[in-house]
Structure formats: structure tokens, C-alpha cells
């Protein structure tokens, strides 16, 4: 015991005994005396067992950022992290070392430490199971977070500690969260039938399966936070959570949970949040929700409940996020939900509501910034009293049955950013553009599938000088819109994506779309446009320079958007602007002319598509130039001569159409050309070789047969850098691109 009492005392009273006056040995006794009162007032000198505990304990972890300064010539109760109490063998009642930097495992010899209150290694790396006997031998504890590690196994069972018996533990949060934990949560692995403080519990992300535990609310009347969310846990939702009285956060949300929610939760008069999404969960939501008066927070998301939003819904009146998005529910939006004047985001998207919604009081939600109400079948005009919330930043009402224009008093909302009335069935376009332009903050407009066969304003004076100076996102696609292209476009400089697709837009492609900065992403497939591609939309700088691309904010959406590139029976849903790939889709117009050399400088672009053109002369050897490109489908044109051997050497390329031109001479093979299926090269009678394994000489009268020598050249080159490249990114595809598209 006492380390420094070794080094300080010990000299001084060992030292051989020399004859000394009687004013020496007083004046020695009293130093010593002096030093010990020192030392037991202000010096805390840990308890040895708890010391050799924590020295186990460093032995079996690292740090990644610096080492402990837990070393013997320091009184332990000193060393970072550790705090003792004030008894005379100073006990060790705290370890704190969150953000630590620590990997290694949990020495079982941490239970030695037995007055232990308070254990936080959160944020660390810590991994391997739990000790056995964890819970019953630390009684003392009060505070255990080990969120944020690697911690995996089951939850050590504690065998001692199975027979109900009323010992008494006075732990009252346990934070697990973040780890690799698994198995069932049974009564029997965490001594807390005994925890009758316990107040926050929480296991979310980790991989428990088994039922939700509920026995934890037999045992602790206090308890207050359930977090189960992120796991796999499965089975129905047990009544007995209903006698957890004192609960204000509930959340079981991304499990595999079913049945139904079960009414006792509705007693739970001081819940506050109650987070159950994405689960199965099937039944009603019964109207006696609306006696969780505390309640902020309601969300039941990506279930199967079915039956109607509860019509006393206006009874929570502090409720600030209502998220009952894709479900099964039918009937109206009750009158009454604009009683909750502080929703702050209502998100109804996905379910089987209908009717108008021009009798709901929306100025009464002046809190409300975001709120979607997508894919239901609502009728009725486009309610213009939603213009008075005052505070809505995002508005979804598309795939509905809405009718109506566009009001100019929508230029009340000052801070609207994202708008997305798709599929509805709007009138008068030239209305809504004129209106909208004048949103300052607007950066997302989306009205696809409306407007129907009108004519667009093309004049570049339609946009005044400072309309939409914010859009960053248009599309107004599959509308049979017809018209040019509009000239006002030019002036949206910020404007990084434009869906102008299915619609009967003619007359040639503008050069000056090339001259927007930040455009990475242009649809202006299925189309009547003619003449030749401009050599100016290759000048794109956003895809040619990846710094340019990098430099405009692609992270940020209000709500998700829901687009449609290859018109495949499901949207493609996108929460962020990032996952747009920068691409150029240009199907099933009339183009002719050739596709100009100056391809080859977006280096960025990873789809090209023009496929269903008009367009002749032969494919340029500069989209090799394309070190990004993933996708290149020129089928169904005129072109003619040879597939570049080069085009090897596009090492992301997965896909490659070239069906039904002219091409002609053998198809590059020895790299991903090899995995193509033949159907993308038919259709081209001259062409020879590659996957179409018909031999070269059997056309070889043609001239064009024997390769020429920049060919030649070529294929040396690639040909052995490809065999290598090809199986790194494949691999790389696999590992990183293609989760990136999940
Ligand atoms: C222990 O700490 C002392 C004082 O900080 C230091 O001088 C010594 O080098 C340390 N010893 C070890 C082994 O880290
Ligand atoms: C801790 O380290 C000791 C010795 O280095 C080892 O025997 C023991 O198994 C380790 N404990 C754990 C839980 O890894
Ligand atoms: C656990 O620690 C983390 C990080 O230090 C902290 O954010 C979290 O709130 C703690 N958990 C509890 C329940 O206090
Ligand atoms: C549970 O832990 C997670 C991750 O540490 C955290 O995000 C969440 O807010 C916690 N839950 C509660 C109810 O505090
Ligand atoms: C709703 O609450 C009332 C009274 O509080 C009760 O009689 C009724 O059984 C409850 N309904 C359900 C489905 O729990
Ligand atoms: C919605 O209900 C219909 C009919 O009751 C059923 O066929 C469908 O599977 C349900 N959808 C979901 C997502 O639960
Ligand atoms: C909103 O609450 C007020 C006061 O409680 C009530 O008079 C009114 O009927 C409620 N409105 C709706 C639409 O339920
Ligand atoms: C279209 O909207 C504009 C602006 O609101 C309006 O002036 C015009 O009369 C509308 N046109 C039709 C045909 O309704
Ligand atoms: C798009 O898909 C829909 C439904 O699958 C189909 O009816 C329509 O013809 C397609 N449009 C084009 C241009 O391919
Ligand atoms: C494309 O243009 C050519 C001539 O310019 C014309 O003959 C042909 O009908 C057009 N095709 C379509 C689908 O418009
Ligand atoms: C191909 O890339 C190089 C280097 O980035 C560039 O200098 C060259 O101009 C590009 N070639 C074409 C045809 O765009
Ligand atoms: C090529 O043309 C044939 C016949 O018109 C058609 O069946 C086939 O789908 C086309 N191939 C591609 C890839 O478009």
C-alpha cells in the first residue's frame, strides 16, 4: 500500500540510527509526524487490490493515441482516468476513458474493483465478450457506458444470480449501445432484477435477437429510457412494457418486431418519444395514442399498420415530428391534426389516405417546416393554406391526384427550399414558373407528370434576373411538354441536375448548357431533339474537373427525391445529391452528326447514354479519355469503323452497348470486353472476334480486318496493364462503387 509513502517516508526512518541530540530527535519526529498528516489529508493512496485490477486491466489494452500514464511510481488514484474516494485506502470508484483511442479486451479483473460506481470506456475499440459474472459481481455500479466498442458474444450469464433473490444493485444507467453484442436479452443475463434506480437502458445497435426484454419493468419502477432500436429483435411487443410508468423514451425502431402495439402502451402518460419504425408491425393505431399527452415524437414508419391516422390526433398538442410514412393507412387526415401547432415535420408519404385536404386549418402549424405528403390520393386542389406555415422549408405532394395552379402565395414562404409536386395533376406551367421563380431560397424543384401537352415559355427574358437564383435541382419530366428547350435555363448558374425527359421538347441542343458550372447530371432523353450533339456540352465544368465537381455541396436534401433515369417500374430513391451518378442522358432523340472528339474531357461523366440516335461517324478514341465512366451505350445508331482497342482501358466500364450500327473489325478482347454479353454487339455485321467468337478471317477480304498499327500499339500496351486492372476494379466495384448505388 501507499507507493509514495515508500518513496518519501521510508528513507527517512530506515536510515541507520546516528546518536543525535534530543532537539534533532524531536525536530525529526515532529517532520515526520508533519509528512504523515500530509500525506493522509492530501494525498489519496489508492487501494492495493484496486491497483493490481487496473494494472491487469492496462495490460490488456493498447492505445492508439498515447499511453496510459499508468505506471507504479504514481499513486493510482492520480492516473488519467481514475477518481477514488475519500476512505483511507483510497478506493477506486471510477474508470473514465471514453474517446481513448483503446483497443485490447476487458480483464475480468475490473471485478475486483469492487466499489466501482462509475465505468465509461465509450468511443474506444475495445473488444471480446463481456467477463462472466459482469453484472453481479460490480454491485456498486452505477454508471456503466461502454457504447461505441467492439464488444461482441452474448451477455454473460450470471449464474449466482438466477434465483430472484433481492439483492439490491444500484445501477441506474447502462449504455451498450454501438457494440457487436448478440444473443437474447434474458432476465438472467444482466443482474438487474435487483436495479430497481435503473433509469436509461440502452442496447441499440448492436445484433440481439430474441424478444424485446420487458422484465427490466417489473423490476425498476424509475426506468425511463428504452433503447432496443438497431438490432434483431423479433416476436411482439410484450403488454408488460405498459408498467413501466415512468417511461419517456421509447425506441424499438429497425427490428424484425410484429404483432401489434400493444394498448398498454398507451398508458404510459409520461412517454415521451415512442420510436417504432421499420418493423412489421400490423393493427391500428388505436385513438387512445392521443392520451400520451407528453408525447413529441411519433414515429412508426415502414410498418403495416393499417386503419386511420387517430382523429383525436389534435389531443398532442406538443407533438413536433409525426412520421407515419409508409404504411397501410387509410381514411383523411383528421381536421384535428392542426391542433398540434408544434409540428415541426409531418411526413405522411406511402399509404392510402385520401380526400381534399383544403378544409385542414395549416396556418395553425406555424412550427412546421417539413412535410410530405407523397404517394397517397389525395384530391382536390393544391391547398394554398399550406402557404401559411409560415416556416416550411420542404414540401412533397407528389403522386397524388391534386388539381389546380400554382399560387402566387407561395412567395410567403421565405424559407422554402425543396418542392415536389411530380404526378399530380397541375395545370398551367408557364403559371407555376413565373410564380415559383420568385422563391429566393428555392434550390429543389421537382413537377414531373404534370401540366400535360402544354407549351413551355422558352424566352430567356421569362426568368427575370434573379429568379429561382438558388435552384440547384429541375426536372419536368414525362409531361409531353412541348416547346424548346428554354433559353432561360442559362441563367440558373447553379443549377447541378436538369430532368428534362419524356416530353416533346425540339429543335436542337443549346451549346450554352455547357457554359453552367455546376451541371453534372443532364436527362434529356425521349425527346424530339435534332441536329448535332454541341461540342460545348463536353465543356461541362463540373465533369471535366473532379475539383469543380467536389466543390459544389452535394450532401444535403430536405427530403429524399425519387427519379427515374432508365424508367424502370420502381423509383430510385436518393437522400442525398451525391448519389446521382454525373451523367449525360441523352435516348431516343433524332441526333445526327458524329459524337465530337471533345468527349473525351469529361473526365468525371460515369454514364453516357445515346443510345436511339441518329448519329454516324465513327465512335472517338477519346472516350478512353473517360477513366470514370461506368456505363456507355450508343446502340441503335449509324456509327461506323472500329471499337477503339483503347476502350480497354476503362477499367470501371461494366456496361458497354454498341447493338445495331455499323461498326465493323474485331472487338476488343483480354479485359472486361470479354464479360459483355453478345447482345450488345449485334446488329453490327462487320464486326468480328471478342465474345462473338467468330474468327476475323473469315471476313478478311475486307481491308478493315488486320488491325493497323496504332491498334496494334495499343493492344500491347493495354493488354497486360488491363488483365491486372480489370480484377482490381472488379473488385473495387464490388467492394465500394456498388454499395454506393445500395
Ligand atoms: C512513470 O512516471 C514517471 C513520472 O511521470 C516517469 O518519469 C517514468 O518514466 C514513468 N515510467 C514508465 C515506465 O513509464
Ligand atoms: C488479459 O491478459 C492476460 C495476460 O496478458 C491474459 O492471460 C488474459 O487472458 C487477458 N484477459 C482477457 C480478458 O483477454
Ligand atoms: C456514453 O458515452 C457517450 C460518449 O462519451 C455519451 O455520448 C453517452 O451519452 C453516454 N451514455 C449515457 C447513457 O450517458
Ligand atoms: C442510445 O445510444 C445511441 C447510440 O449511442 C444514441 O444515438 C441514442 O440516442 C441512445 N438512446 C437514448 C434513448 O438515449
Ligand atoms: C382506450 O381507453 C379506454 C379508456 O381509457 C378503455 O376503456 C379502452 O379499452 C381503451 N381501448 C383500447 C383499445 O385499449
Ligand atoms: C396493405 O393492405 C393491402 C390490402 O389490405 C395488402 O394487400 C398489402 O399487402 C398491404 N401493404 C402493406 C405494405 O402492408
Ligand atoms: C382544436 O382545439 C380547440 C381547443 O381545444 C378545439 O376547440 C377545436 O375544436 C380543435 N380543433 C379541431 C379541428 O379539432
Ligand atoms: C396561368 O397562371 C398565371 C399566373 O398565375 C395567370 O396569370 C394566368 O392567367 C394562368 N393561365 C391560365 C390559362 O389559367
Ligand atoms: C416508361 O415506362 C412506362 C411503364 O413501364 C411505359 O408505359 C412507358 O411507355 C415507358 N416510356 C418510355 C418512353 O419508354
Ligand atoms: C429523324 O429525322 C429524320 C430526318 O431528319 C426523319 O426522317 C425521321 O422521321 C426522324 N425520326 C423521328 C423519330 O422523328
Ligand atoms: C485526355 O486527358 C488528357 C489528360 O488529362 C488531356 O490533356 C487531353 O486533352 C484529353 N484528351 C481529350 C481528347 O480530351
Ligand atoms: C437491335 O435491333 C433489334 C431489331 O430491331 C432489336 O430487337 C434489339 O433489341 C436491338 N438491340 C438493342 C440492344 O437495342
Known amino acids: 500500500m501507499r507507493s509514495k509513502a515508500k518513496g518519501l517516508v521510508r528513507p527517512l526512518i530506515t536510515k541507520p540510527v546516528q546518536p543525535l541530540s534530543s532537539h534533532m530527535h524531536l525536530f525529526l519526529l515532529s517532520l515526520l509526524f508533519l509528512s504523515a498528516l500530509f500525506l493522509t489529508l492530501s494525498e489519496a493512496v489508492c487501494n492495493l487490490q484496486d491497483r493490481e485490477s487496473l494494472m491487469w486491466f492496462s495490460g490488456n489494452v493498447s492505445s492508439s493515441v498515447s499511453p496510459l500514464n499508468w505506471n507504479l511510481s504514481i499513486d493510482c488514484c492520480s492516473w488519467e482516468g481514475i477518481i477514488c474516494d475519500g476512505s483511507s485506502d483510497s478506493h477506486v470508484t471510477m474508470i473514465s476513458l471514453p474517446f481513448r483511442g483503446l483497443s485490447g479486451t476487458l480483464a475480468s479483473s475490473v471485478q475486483n474493483i469492487h466499489r466501482l460506481s462509475h465505468l465509461d470506456l465509450s468511443h474506444n475499440r475495445l473488444s471480446g465478450p463481456l467477463p462472466p459474472g459482469f453484472f453481479s459481481t460490480l454491485d456498486q455500479l452505477m454508471v456503466l457506458n461502454l457504447s461505441h466498442n467492439s464488444f461482441n458474444g452474448e451477455l454473460p450469464l450470471e449464474q449466482a444470480f438466477g434465483d430472484g433473490s433481492d439483492r439490491f444493485f444500484p445501477v441506474h444507467t447502462i449504455d451498450l449501445s454501438c457494440n457487436l453484442l448478440q444473443g437474447e436479452i434474458l432476465s438472467n443475463s444482466i443482474a438487474i432484477q435487483g436495479a430497481i434506480n435503473l433509469i436509461s437502458f440502452n442496447v441499440s445497435n448492436n445484433s440481439f435477437t430474441g424478444p424485446i426484454p420487458s422484465f427490466m419493468c417489473r423490476s425498476s419502477p424509475q426506468l425511463s429510457k428504452l433503447d432496443f432500436s438497431y438490432n434483431d429483435f423479433s416476436g411482439h411487443i410484450s403488454q408488460e412494457l405498459g408498467r413501466c410508468l415512468r417511461l419517456s423514451v421509447l425506441q424499438a425502431g429497425f427490428n424484425n418486431l410484429s404483432g401489434e402495439i400493444p394498448s398498454e402502451i398507451y398508458n404510459l402518460s409520461e412517454l415521451e418519444q415512442l420510436f417504432l419504425p421499420a418493423n412489421q408491425l400490423t393493427g391500428k393505431i388505436d385513438n387512445n395514442i392521443t392520451q400520451l399527452r407528453k408525447l413529441t415524437s411519433l414515429e412508426l414508419y415502414s410498418n403495416h399498420l393499417e386503419g386511420e391516422i387517430p382523429m383525436d390526433i389534435g389531443n398532442l398538442s406538443i407533438l413536433r415530428s409525426l412520421q407515419l410514412h409508409i404504411n397501410n393507412i387509410t381514411g383523411t387526415v383528421p381536421l384535428s391534426l392542426a391542433n398540434c401547432t408544434n409540428l415541426v415535420k409531418l411526413n405522411l408519404r406511402v399509404n392510402r389516405l385520401g380526400g381534399s385536404l383544403t378544409e385542414l386549418e395549416f396556418y395553425q402549424l406555424q412550427s412546421l417546416r417539413v412535410l410530405d405528403l407523397g404517394n397517397n390520393s389525395f384530391t382536390g386542389d393544391l391547398p394554398d393554406k399550406i402557404f401559411s406555415c409560415k416556416s416550411l422549408t420542404a414540401i412533397r405532394f407528389a403522386g397524388n391526384k391534386l388539381t389546380g395552379q400554382m399560387s402566387p402565395q407561395v412567395l410567403e414562404l421565405e424559407s422554402l427550399s425543396f418542392m415536389a409536386i411530380s404526378d399530380n395533376r397541375m395545370t398551367n406551367i408557364t403559371g407555376a414558373l413565373s410564380i415559383l421563380q420568385g422563391c429566393r431560397k428555392l434550390s429543389t424543384l421537382i413537377m414531373a407528370k404534370n401540366f400535360y401537352d402544354e407549351t413551355v415559355p422558352i424566352n430567356e427574358d421569362f426568368l427575370a434576373p434573379d429568379g429561382f437564383p438558388k435552384l440547384r435541382i429541375f426536372g419536368v419530366g414525362a409531361s409531353r411538354l412541348k416547346g424548346e428547350i428554354p433559353a432561360w435555363l442559362i441563367k440558373l448558374k447553379s443549377l447541378e441536375l436538369l430532368d428534362l425527359s419524356l ?65 424502370v417500374t420502381t423509383n430510385q430513391q436518393y437522400n442525398q445529391l451525391y448519389s446521382f451518378p454525373p451523367a449525360i442522358y441523352i435516348r431516343r432523340n433524332n441526333l445526327t452528326g458524329s459524337i465530337p472528339v471533345e468527349v473525351g474531357q469529361l473526365k468525371v461523366l460515369h454514364v ?52 445495331n450500327n455499323t461498326l465493323e473489325g474485331p472487338i476488343p478482347t483480354g479485359s472486361q470486353f470479354d464479360t459483355f454479353p453478345k447482345a450488345y454487339f449485334e446488329g453490327n455485321p462487320l464486326l468480328c472476334g471478342g465474345v462473338l467468337l467468330t474468327s476475323c478471317k473469315a471476313l478478311s477480304r475486307s481491308p478493315v480486318t488486320t488491325m493497323n498499327e496504332e491498334d496494334e500499339e495499343l493492344k500491347r500496351t493495354f493488354i497486360i496493364g488491363v488483365a491486372v486492372g480489370f480484377f482490381v476494379s472488379y473488385c473495387f466495384y464490388w467492394c465500394f462503387l456498388a454499395r454506393r448505388w445500395a
Do not use: C
Not at 505 to 532: A, K, R, V
Not at 612 to 626: V, Y
Not at 639 to 657: A, E, K, Q, V
Open 503 to 567: 416530353n416533346r421538347f425540339e429543335g436542337s441542343i443549346p451549346g450554352w448548357l455547357g457554359t453552367l458550372p455546376n451541371l453534372f447530371y443532364i436527362d434529356l432523353s425521349d425527346n424530339l431533339l435534332t441536329g448535332e450533339l454541341p461540342k460545348e456540352i463536353f465543356q461541362l465544368r463540373s465533369l471535366m474537373s473532379q475539383k469543380a465537381y467536389d466543390a459544389t455541396e452535394k450532401n444535403y436534401l430536405e427530403l429524399p427525391i425519387f427519379i427515374n433515369p432508365n424508367n
Open 608 to 659: 453516357l447514354e445515346l443510345l436511339s440516335n441518329n448519329l454516324s461517324g465513327s465512335i472517338p478514341h477519346e472516350l478512353s479519355n473517360l477513366t470514370n465512366l461506368e456505363t456507355l451505350d450508343l446502340s441503335n445508331n449509324n456509327l461506323s469503323g472500329r471499337i477503339p482497342w483503347s476502350l480497354t482501358s476503362l477499367h470501371f466500364m461494366s456496361y458497354f452497348n454498341v447493338a
